[in-house]
T-cell receptor, first 116, second 111 residues
Framework: DVKVTQSSRYLVKRTGEKVFLECVQD?????MFWYRQDPGLGLRLIYF???????EKGDIPEGYSVSREKKERFSLILESASTNQTSMYLC???????????????FGPGTRLTVL | AQKVTQAQTEISVVEKEDVTLDCVYE???????LFWYKQPPSGELVFLIR??????QNEISGRYSWNFQKSTSSFNFTITASQVVDSAVYFC????????FGAGTRLTVKP
């Protein structure tokens, strides 16, 4: 079974803090994704990566950065957390069989981040 | 611009009723993939089905069926004889270069 794990289920941080959200997958997937999920807005793509040390912006990258130093790990960084970044953050990974767009994504359990 | 529209925010049915979740998408690509995911109360999204843009055959898997119509850019999902365990948020998604999700439909099945 594909396993995508996220470092925390719940996290509470203060405004201005630097926040690291970690995601690890164990299926040797090339592609990894970070989304945030908000009521009524569904999942919105923040950043994705199709290879180590490679990153691409999604729809809402402002206020976030990412790091992918190893294939299995994709980190989301909030440089200076703000209250409007309070949300559920979901990490996902997928393989490259038949091309990146073909493959279903496997999701982690999510991290519910509250910024006070 | 939103590429995937799930107009139904919430649906509530009684067990054993049939229910259809609507999904309308927008793309200029000729090659793309459509997906449905289920997010149960535990929170982890689970893949249900994938359909490529060249295959308009409907698909049935047990109580689940999917109707893909390119002419109307729709990929609807029907649950027959719904059960309480079907209660979840369901997401439709479109994959071109990356994946775009709809806002989701929350389905509640009451006993």
């Amino acid at each position: 079974d594909v396993k995508v794990t996220q470092s925390s289920r719940y996290l509470v941080k203060r405004t201005g803090e630097k926040v690291f959200l970690e995601c690890v997958q164990d299926m040797d997937h090339e592609n990894m994704f970070w989304y945030r999920q908000d009521p009524g807005l569904g999942l919105r793509l923040i950043y994705f990566s199709y290879d180590v040390k490679m990153k691409e912006k999604g729809d809402i990258p402002e206020g976030y950065s990412v790091s992918r130093e190893k294939k299995e790990r994709f980190s989301l960084i909030l440089e200076s957390a703000s209250t409007n970044q309070t949300s559920m953050y979901l990490c996902a990974s997928s393989g490259n069989r038949a091309g990146a767009t073909y493959n279903e994504q496997f999701f982690g359990p999510g991290t519910r981040l509250t910024v006070l | 611009a939103q590429k995937v529209t799930q107009a139904q925010t919430e649906i509530s049915v009684v067990e054993k009723e049939d229910v259809t979740l609507d999904c309308v998408y927008e793309t200029r690509d000729t090659t793309y993939y459509l997906f449905w995911y289920k997010q149960p109360p535990s929170g982890e999204l689970v893949f249900l089905i994938r359909r490529n843009s060249f295959d308009e055959q409907n698909e049935i898997s047990g109580r689940y069926s999917w109707n893909f119509q390119k002419s109307t850019s729709s990929f609807n999902f029907t649950i027959t004889a719904s059960q309480v365990v079907d209660s979840a948020v369901y997401f439709c998604a479109l994959s071109e270069y990356d994946m775009r999700f709809g806002a989701g439909t929350r389905l509640t099945v009451k006993p």
